[in-house]
C-alpha cells in the first residue's frame, strides 16, 4: 500500500539553526499537511498546501516557518532560525480531496539543543 | 479551534476485556475520524464517521457517531494485546484541517 514517507526520522540541531524536513507524499494525492505534536500533547495543525500555494494556517506557524514543494514529489517543511520549543514529532500528511481521509507519515523527531 | 475531550485518558485492561472510549464536543462535525498510533509512528486512520447516529464496524471494533454530529465512541470487543495503542479522535476544524483530541492511551495485557 502506498504511503507517505518523511526524513530524517531523527533530526539533532543547534538553537538557532535552519532546519528542513522532508517528506514524499502518496503519488496521486493534490492536498499535503504538516501537523507537529509536542511531547505528552496533541497532535496540532500547521499548515495546508494545495495547488502550490498554503490553503490554511495555524497560529503557530509564524514567519519562522516556510513550506515547499521544490519538485513533482517532495513536500518541505523549512523552521528558519529554531528555537527550543520547536522540538517536537513533525508529521506530514496528505489526501486526494480536501475532505477526504488523511494519509500520515511516520514523522521526523526534531530535538533543538 | 474546536475543542475535542477524549475520555479517559488512560485505560489498563486485561485481555479479553470490553472497553469504550469517548470523543466530545460541544461542537458540531462534519466528519470525525478515528486514529490509532503507536510510539514513534504516525496516527493510522481506523475508520471516518459522517452520518449522525452512524455505526462503523471494523472487525472487533465498533465506532459510533453521535446523533447530533458531536460525540463518538469507539466500542472494543475481547481487547487483545495488539490494540495497545494511542486512540485518537479528530474533526475538520476550519477548512480542511483536523483537530484532534488528546487521545485515550490504551494497554491490554496478556
Not at chain 1, 522540538?87 to 477526504?100: K, P
Not at chain 2, 471516518?48 to 472487525?59: A, I, N, P, R, Y
Request: hydrophobic letters at 30%; proline letters at 4%; aromatic letters at 10%.
Amino acid at each position: 500500500e502506498p504511503e507517505v514517507t518523511q526524513t530524517p526520522s531523527h533530526q539533532v540541531t543547534q538553537m538557532g539553526q535552519e532546519v528542513i524536513l522532508r517528506c514524499v507524499p502518496i503519488s496521486n494525492h493534490l492536498y499535503f499537511y504538516w501537523y507537529r505534536q509536542i511531547l505528552g500533547q496533541k497532535v496540532e495543525f500547521l499548515v495546508s498546501f494545495y495547488n502550490n500555494e498554503i490553503s490554511e494556517k495555524s497560529e503557530i506557524f509564524d514567519d519562522q516557518f516556510s513550506v515547499e514543494r521544490p519538485d513533482g514529489s517532495n513536500f518541505t517543511l523549512k523552521i528558519r532560525s529554531t528555537k527550543l520549543e520547536d522540538s517536537a514529532m513533525y508529521f506530514c500528511a496528505s489526501t486526494t480531496n480536501g475532505d477526504q481521509p488523511q494519509h500520515f507519515g511516520d514523522g521526523t523527531r526534531l530535538s533543538i539543543l | 479551534t474546536q475543542l475535542l475531550e477524549q475520555s479517559p485518558q488512560f485505560l489498563s485492561i486485561q485481555e479479553g476485556e470490553n472497553l469504550t472510549v469517548y470523543c466530545n464536543s460541544s461542537s458540531v462535525f462534519s466528519s470525525l475520524q478515528w486514529y490509532r498510533q503507536e510510539p514513534g509512528e504516525g496516527p493510522v486512520l481506523l475508520v471516518t464517521v459522517v452520518t449522525g447516529g452512524e455505526v462503523k464496524k471494523l472487525k472487533r471494533l465498533t465506532f459510533q457517531f453521535g446523533d447530533a454530529r458531536k460525540d463518538s465512541s469507539l466500542h472494543i470487543t475481547a481487547a487483545q494485546p495488539g490494540d495497545t495503542g494511542l486512540y485518537l479522535c479528530a474533526g475538520e476544524d476550519s477548512g480542511y484541517a483536523l483537530n484532534f483530541g488528546k487521545g485515550t492511551s490504551l494497554l491490554v495485557t496478556p
